[in-house]
Structures are given as structure tokens and as C-alpha cells.
């Protein structure tokens, strides 16, 4: 199962919907293959920031809040 969640710029939820594997393999099945690989590994650290300014940041930080919670 996979949860598509669609974020405003504040990180408030607007949408969202759920997918289970065969629908996601219906629509794509390498995608499924590709998310099933993704579970299945270690979390890779997060990308270092680059050139981001202080609002993309904040705005960075507020959605991956949203989305661990």
C-alpha cells in the first residue's frame, strides 16, 4: 500500500490517496518494482541541501515533518 500525499507550500494536506500494489502494477508495473526495492532497503540519508534559501529550507523541513508523522 502506498499513501500519495499532496502538500501546500505551509505543509498543510490538501490531498491525498492510496494505492495498493496491484493498482500500482496495473499503471506501471515497474514503478511497483521500484517502491518494493525501496522498502526493502535501508533509508539513504537525505540529500545535502545545496544553494536551497532559508524559505526553501523551512518549507523542505515542514513537509518531511508532515510526512514522518
Do not use: N, W
Not at 500494489?21 to 540519508?45: H, K, Q
Not at 524559505?55 to 515533518?65: D, I, W
Amino acid at each position: 500500500m502506498v499513501k500519495v500525499t499532496h502538500l501546500s507550500d505551509d505543509g498543510t494536506e490538501v490531498a491525498s490517496i492510496e494505492l495498493d500494489d496491484f493498482t500500482i502494477e496495473v499503471i506501471y508495473s515497474g514503478l511497483a518494482a521500484m517502491l518494493r526495492d525501496a522498502a526493502a532497503t535501508r533509508p539513504v540519508a537525505p540529500a545535502p541541501s545545496g544553494d536551497l534559501c532559508r524559505e526553501a529550507l523551512q518549507r523542505r523541513q515542514r513537509v518531511l515533518s508532515r510526512l514522518r508523522d
